[in-house]
């Protein structure tokens, strides 16, 4: 006979069909601690009526998040796309616009109104040239720094605001240059007031041009756009 302990009461005794019997009708679990004549203890009624106890569900596992696509989509978002279109398109103008101009100077004698200017300041002519020169590898830079970007390379955006930097005071000097070229030479003072204007007013605008150029990249370029 089965004694079984059961939220804290004693029943039975039972026979060993009577407490199969109540374990399919769920008046028992096999939890339940059980004795009968012979055992030192009580025991689980698993134990006791040797029941496999059926194994315990698999643990669910988290799902698995692809970290790929995630990285992608920021990456594209950060991305200064409006930046590339026109820093790439700028960078190739002035590559083609300013590499023309310095193979013409070096290879080519001035003609027209180049060749009075070059008479009246001959300064200018080298200041124009070196001008023209370190366009043309500022274009290239960009051009490189822009493709780097493109490609997401943490430097792409770095390399594009570093040239703006270099681009932007080398404008300056090269306009800054002319000025003192032009107005410390004799034939500053031979030219009429109009003439004047016109030279400086060109001058002017070149710079506001090309600043304005350089700063409207770096502009699309702003560090806080993306992190690198």
């Known amino acids: 006979m089965i004694f079984v302990a059961r939220n804290g009461q004693q029943q039975g005794p039972y026979s060993e069909d009577d407490v199969r019997a109540k374990l399919l009708a769920s ?39 692809s970290t790929t696509e995630t990285v992608t989509i920021s990456a594209t978002a950060g991305r200064p796309v409006v930046g590339i279109v026109v820093a790439s398109l700028i960078g190739a103008f002035e590559f083609i616009w300013s590499g023309t ?3 013409r100077s070096f290879y080519f004698e001035p003609s027209g109104e180049t060749a009075t200017f070059n008479a009246l ?16 590898a500022g274009a ?16 792409g955006n770095k390399t594009v605001r570093v040239t703006c930097y270099c681009m932007i005071g080398c ?15 004799p034939s500053w003072g031979s030219l009429d007031a109009p003439t ?13 041009g090309g600043m304005f150029e350089w700063g409207l990249i770096l502009f699309f370029f702003r560090k806080r756009r993306w992190k690198i």
């Open 27 to 65: 008046q028992l679990a096999v939890t339940d601690l059980a004795w009968r004549e012979g055992m030192s203890d009580w025991r689980p009624l698993s134990e006791l009526l040797r029941i496999e106890l059926p194994p315990p569900p698999p643990v669910p596992h988290p799902p698995v998040v």
């Open 101 to 103: 101009a310095s193979f």
């Open 121 to 136: 300041f001959p300064g200018t002519a080298t200041i124009r040239m070196a001008g023209e020169n370190i366009a043309v």
């Open 140 to 155: 290239l830079a960009l051009l490189i720094g822009t493709t780097l970007s493109f490609v997401q390379h943490r430097h």
């Open 171 to 185: 404008m300056f000097l090269s306009v800054t240059s002319l000025f003192l070229a032009m107005g410390l030479s």
């Open 196 to 208: 004047k204007g016109a030279v400086i007013g060109g001058l002017i605008g070149a710079g506001i």
